[in-house]
């Protein structure tokens, strides 16, 4: 005879398209195995405040191609204390819940990392994020919607920026890592991008003025990460204006639109392998883990290695970027 888990699962941190397609199957993956499952709303805050609902497969229905979270999220400042995370262990104990999916970002998933150790209890994290900044996975549910979403903007732009011979600095999310502005400077033929992750140029302004923005061209269009490190978009534009009066800059903010959005094929079946893989991997005794895949293997990488910051943007993607933008 099977033995009956029951499970909850929530999201948290900034929403990604495709967290949908990943509770749908961590859902009916779990149904599947005859356990119980608890949807839990607005992260750990929901959590905190014992805001659940049993879930059945019909819950999930008519939702894998839903961007945002049926669950919905929050970022949680109670559940950085430990009393806030004590009442959502009990709010646990007392719906019989026995393992908890954290579908998240860097920040959630540190957050079920420390739940996981003050109260011995199986946790196993998704990766969740647009940002692409986690280790142990090739990519994150909702990178590549979010990657696609900023091409197409940008393929915009180009055409307004040829027309009128400017530079446009495009500032894009990421927070601190740099593959959303790396990529998408690649793919939509962008002249540079600005990456916190760059330390090899102390100063990627003046090496890409340098390069020229060349007589070959007339206009101009960089790639700039949001993160503090590089300064954002506007740092950058204020910039050409006082060194370079001869240029004519603009800046474009593309902000929250990029985190909106119908998941991509590539989304919805990466998170749809996962959530799978996440049951299984529970089945089997793993706890603390963050599913993911490289190389189109699964992973199981330990939460607190996933979160270490220590998922670089090769030094290949760099490479590209300049050979291509002469
Ligand atoms: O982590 C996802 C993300 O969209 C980052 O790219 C961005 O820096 C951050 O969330 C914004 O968070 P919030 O919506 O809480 O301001």
Same mark, same amino acid.
């Given at each position: 005879m099977k033995e009956v888990k029951t499970i909850?699962? *929530?999201?948290?941190?900034? !929403?990604?398209? $495709? +967290?949908?397609?990943?509770?749908r199957a961590l859902t009916r993956g779990a149904i599947h195995e005859g356990w119980r499952v608890f949807g839990i709303y607005r992260g750990f805050e929901g959590l905190i405040n014992n805001e659940m609902t049993e879930f059945t497969t019909e819950s999930v229905s008519n939702t894998i191609q839903r961007g945002g979270t049926i669950l919905k999220t929050a970022r949680s400042q109670e559940f950085m204390t430990y009393e806030g995370r004590q009442k959502a262990y009990n709010n646990l104990r007392e719906r019989g819940v026995d393992a908890l999916f954290v579908i998240g970002g860097n920040g959630s998933l540190a957050g079920a990392e420390q739940f996981a150790h003050d109260f011995d209890f199986?946790?196993? $994290? =998704?990766?969740?994020t647009i940002d692409n900044d986690l280790y142990g996975t090739d990519s994150t549910i909702g990178? !590549?919607?979010?990657?696609?979403?900023?091409?197409?903007?940008?393929?915009?732009?180009? &055409?307004?920026?040829?027309?009128? !011979?400017?530079?446009?600095?495009?500032?894009? +999310? $990421?927070? &601190?890592?740099?593959?959303?502005?790396?990529?998408s400077a690649i793919?939509? $033929?962008?002249?540079?991008?600005?990456?916190?992750? !760059?330390?090899?140029?102390m100063d990627q302004l003046s090496t890409f003025i340098g390069r020229g923005i060349r007589k070959s061209k007339n206009s101009s269009i960089v790639i700039v990460s949001e993160s503090p490190k590089t300064g954002g978009a506007m740092h950058y534009a204020e910039r050409i204006r006082t060194e370079y009066p001869?240029?004519?800059?603009?800046?474009?903010? *593309?902000?929250? =639109?990029?985190?909106?959005g119908t998941p991509t094929a590539? &989304?919805?079946?990466?998170?749809?392998? =996962?959530?799978?893989?996440?049951?299984?991997?529970?089945?089997?005794?793993?706890?603390?883990? +963050?599913?993911?895949?490289?190389?189109?293997? +699964?992973?199981?990488v330990p939460i607190a290695k996933a979160i270490k910051k220590d998922k670089p943007v090769e030094k290949e993607l760099i490479d590209v970027l300049g050979i291509l933008s002469i």
């Open positions: 909850g699962i *929530l999201t948290s941190g900034g !929403d990604a398209p $495709g +967290m949908n397609a990943c509770i199986p946790c196993i $994290g =998704l990766p969740g990178y !590549d919607t979010a990657l696609n979403t900023i091409v197409e903007a940008v393929d915009k732009i180009h &055409d307004t920026a040829t027309s009128h !011979d400017r530079i446009f600095f495009i500032e894009v +999310m $990421g927070r &601190d890592a740099g593959f959303l502005a790396q990529n793919a939509a $033929g962008a002249e540079a991008a600005i990456i916190p992750e !760059d330390q090899t140029d001869q240029y004519d800059v603009r800046v474009t903010i *593309l902000g929250y =639109l990029q985190r909106g590539f &989304d919805r079946i990466l998170a749809s392998r =996962l959530g799978v893989a996440a049951i299984e991997a529970l089945k089997e005794g793993q706890r603390n883990v +963050m599913i993911g895949i490289k190389n189109d293997e +699964m992973t199981y």
